[in-house]
Each structure stands twice: as C-alpha cells, then as structure tokens.
C-alpha cells in the first residue's frame, strides 16, 4: 500500500535556526512526490516536485531533495513568516485516470519564533 | 499558478439540510479533485474527474456526489448534511498529462460545520 510519513509533526525554531523536515514513502513506483505549504484556513500552496533520486530544488529559504525512500525540506535561516504547515505527497504510476492522483503525509507545522 | 475559486468559504447549516460546494477553475485544467480534510489530518480524496462526464470516486468513501457538465466546474453536493460532514473541503485541479507529471493547485478551501 502506498504511504506517506512526515516527521517531525511539530517543530518550533527560533529565527535564523536552520533546519531540516522529513518526509518518507512507501510507494510501488514512484511518478512524482510533491511538496505543498498550508496556512491556517487555506488550501495547499504548491512548493516543489522531485521525480527521481538525487534531484534538488531551491526556492528561497527552503530545498527539496529526494532519495528512493525519503525526501528532505531543508529550511535555512527561517524567517517567522515561513511558519506553516508544510505538506509532502505523492504520485505514484498506475493506469487510466486515476494516475495522477496525490497521497498525503499528514504535515509538520514549522513555528518560527522572533 | 492556477486560478481556483470556491464558494462559501464558510458554511455553517443544520442537519438534514442540502447543501453545494462551489469549485471552478479558469486555467482550462481536465482534471479535477475534492478531498476533505480534518483538523492536524491528512488530505483524503473523496472524488476526481478527468473531464466532462467523467466522475470517480476516490479513497476516502463519501455521502457526497460531483458532476462535471462543464470544463470549468466541480460542484459537489450532500443531498442530507449531517454533523459527521464538518470539515474542510478543498478543490484543485491539474493540467492534461503531457509530461510525466501532472502538479495539482488548490483553491482556498470551503469550512463546513453541520450543526
């Protein structure tokens, strides 16, 4: 069965403290994995998409990388803005529609204190 | 970025009563999703539709039902809302498989308490 396993499900950092957020899967063939931000109230925002292992993306503050059974959020020098709820997925192939499908990790809420 | 809109945002109504979650999406995206998600949980897909006429249901089993008439808009619909349907419901849609993969968008997200 497909899953997704985030860790830690809270971290609070101070500001400037960099750090590092966990995501490992189990999935039978791996098409995608995906890395969303959430605020309170809102709908996921998008981040990052990894295909393979070995692959790394930058944006900011913050760097996916992905190995064959886990992917890392790396978040240097958080800023207090940066607090949210940062979501993992992935997208594993299969056949006809249902391909494209997502399965989520539950998150890690990053709190980022002054 | 997509554009993804849904209506109410909020949504507080008493049992038994029948209710539509607004979606639409102006990026002329084929695929679209509703997952519900709970407080500290994880998102549950409940139904997707790769196109006009086409609805599947999806992991999470569900009291409710989508159409897809049009390219644009995924409404769905309890026919009898119950206090066990309180929770958010969020919308995104994906654009047509041409690369390996297909990123989702989301829209804001519509809270539903059933009273």
């Known amino acids: 069965e497909d899953q997704v396993t985030q860790s830690p499900e809270a971290l609070r950092l101070q500001e400037g403290e960099s750090s590092s957020l966990n995501c490992s899967y189990t999935?039978?063939?791996?098409?995608?994995l995906f890395w969303y931000r959430q605020d309170p109230g809102k709908g996921p925002e998008f981040l990052f998409t990894l295909y393979s292992a070995g692959e790394e993306k930058e944006k900011e503050r913050l760097k996916a990388t992905l190995t064959k059974k886990e992917s890392f959020l790396h978040i240097t020098a958080p800023k207090p803005e940066d607090s949210a709820t940062y979501l993992c997925?992935?997208?594993?192939w299969g056949y006809g529609g249902s391909q494209g499908n997502l399965i989520f990790g539950k998150g890690t809420k990053l709190s980022v204190k002054p | 970025e997509a554009d993804i809109y849904q209506t109410p945002r909020y949504l507080v109504i008493g049992t038994g009563k029948k209710i539509t979650l607004e979606c639409s999406q102006t990026m002329g995206h084929d695929k679209m999703y509703w997952y519900q998600q709970d407080p500290g949980m994880e998102l549950h897909l409940i139904h997707y539709?790769?196109?006009?006429?086409?609805?599947e249901k999806g992991d999470l089993s569900s009291e409710s039902t989508v159409s897809r008439i049009r390219t644009e808009h995924f409404p769905l619909t309890l026919e009898s809302a119950r206090p066990s349907h309180t929770s958010q419901y969020l919308c995104?849609?994906?654009?047509?498989?041409?690369?390996?993969?297909?990123?989702?968008?989301f829209g804001p997200g519509t809270r539903l308490l059933v009273l």
């Open positions: 995104a849609s994906s654009p047509p498989a041409g690369g390996i993969q297909e990123t989702q968008y």
């Open positions: 539709s790769y196109g006009v006429n086409s609805t």
């Open positions: 997925a992935v997208q594993a």
């Open positions: 999935v039978s063939g791996l098409r995608g």
